[in-house]
């Protein structure tokens, strides 16, 4: 009677203990972290990891099943999107700048975006980042259709130039992704994601997701698309839960 009974209670703690470390898949099994205030997502090639920004100043690195990595804090900075590349990774700050960090070292480098015809209002600030080759693209988060632009950016030495201003009309994007020659952006004040053509600058389709606080979105490498969740989480889901 007694190994009966030792069995089914380790059973049970094994459970709730693999249940906790993967953030909290019996109620919700898109949820894959916690992470606090999380305002971006970019997968890593190299290292099949994903980096989560939060707008505290603090950027995690997880696995794509969930685990946290490692956490690290780099000041006062409202981190929004983030792009990771094999030696660094670059953070949008959501005044008007690229962070640029070692991924070894962690030594940075704050790149203050400057451009001719290049001003931030008051009610708009820098959102989505992705990178297209050697450009930065960066995604300005506004209330109205007219003042929703997409910055294009090269990164200097000593600031980041604004090399071009694309106005895409999407409200509140939030977050970006370029993959397979597709720009992909999200929006938290509408809950969906915009497949956008940037030759022809015009939204090519537009996917309902489900309702949460959309900050960021990374396609992984098996099929999966990440989302960053402002609430605090991490949330994958299949292409094909998506139709894409």
């Known amino acids: 009677m007694k190994q009966i009974f030792q069995q089914p209670t380790f059973s049970l703690l094994l459970l709730l203990s693999f249940t906790a470390c993967n953030g909290d898949s019996s109620t919700n099994p898109t949820k894959i972290a916690s992470i606090p205030e999380a305002s971006g997502i970019s997968y890593c090639?190299?290292?099949?990891?994903?980096?989560?920004?939060?707008?505290e100043g603090s950027f995690y690195e997880i696995s794509p099943e969930g685990a946290i990595l490692s956490e690290h804090k780099l000041g006062k900075y409202d981190l929004e999107g983030v792009v990771c590349e094999d030696e660094i990774i670059t953070f949008a700050v959501e005044d008007g700048a690229l962070l640029q960090v070692n991924r070894k070292t962690l030594k940075k480098r704050l790149l203050k975006l400057k451009g001719k015809g290049f001003k931030l209002s008051k009610k708009a600030g820098i959102e989505g980042l992705t990178k297209i080759k050697d450009l930065y693209y960066l995604s300005i988060q506004a209330k109205k259709e007219?003042?929703?632009?997409?910055?294009?950016?090269?990164?200097?030495?000593?600031?980041?130039?604004?090399?071009d201003i694309i106005n895409h009309g999407i409200?509140?994007?939030?977050g970006m992704d370029y993959h397979d020659k597709k720009l992909y952006i999200v929006s938290d004040k509408k809950d969906k994601l915009y497949i956008y053509n940037l030759k022809k600058n015009k939204i090519k389709k537009k996917i309902k997701l489900p309702k949460f606080a959309q900050e960021g979105v990374a396609f992984g490498k098996d099929n999966d698309i990440f989302f960053a969740d402002d609430d605090g989480a991490v949330m994958r889901y299949t292409l094909k839960e998506l139709g894409l």
Do not use: H, Q, R
Not at 171 to 174: G, T
């Open 45 to 55: 090639d190299n290292t099949n990891t994903l980096m989560v920004a939060n707008d």
């Open 146 to 163: 007219k003042d929703s632009k997409l910055l294009v950016v090269k990164a200097g030495a000593n600031y980041a130039k604004v090399t």
């Open 171 to 174: 409200i509140d994007s939030a």
